[in-house]
């Protein structure tokens, strides 16, 4: 199972628990590192907790696109000599699940935040939404591991 690091830039607001959003991003990468029956072990997810005007900067310089997102997912390759398997980064912009959670009000601040951990992790796997069926098929997946992951924050 890979090791989860959570990066906080800025501040965490609204306020969220760090300890519940680290077991929450564990159990979705476990979720999708099982899903996803990689022939090679996941090594290590950091998931960098950001704000609008960081993630317009990432999103320009990883995908080439105009204006913040939700969430971007980065994979690497391990250099050569270290040990074979997954690195990857997710970038889960607050204000955007800030403003989708008020919008939608189908979710919580902390349910979203989770759901975008969840997508990227979801990408990590190379899963793809670029048709409407790949499209309700990783929601359905994130919307599952979400609901797993926040049951087991709860249960801290």
Known sequence: MAHVTLEIHGKLTPPLLKKRLQCAAQVCANA???WS???VPWQEVTIHLIHDSLSAEVNDAILGHVGPTDV???RYEPFPGEEMGL???LYVNLD???RMSEKLKTTTFEEEVVLYIAHGCDHLTDA???TPEERKAMRRRDL???HAAI???DAL
Request: hydrophobic share 40%; no cysteine.
């Open 128 to 130: 793809d939404d670029a």
């Open 96 to 98: 955007e699940a800030a």
């Open 144 to 146: 599952r591991w979400m």
């Open 151 to 153: 049951r087991q924050a």
């Open 37 to 39: 029956r990689a022939e």
């Open 32 to 34: 999708a590192e099982r």
């Open 87 to 89: 690195i990857g980064e």
């Open 72 to 74: 971007i997912t980065q």
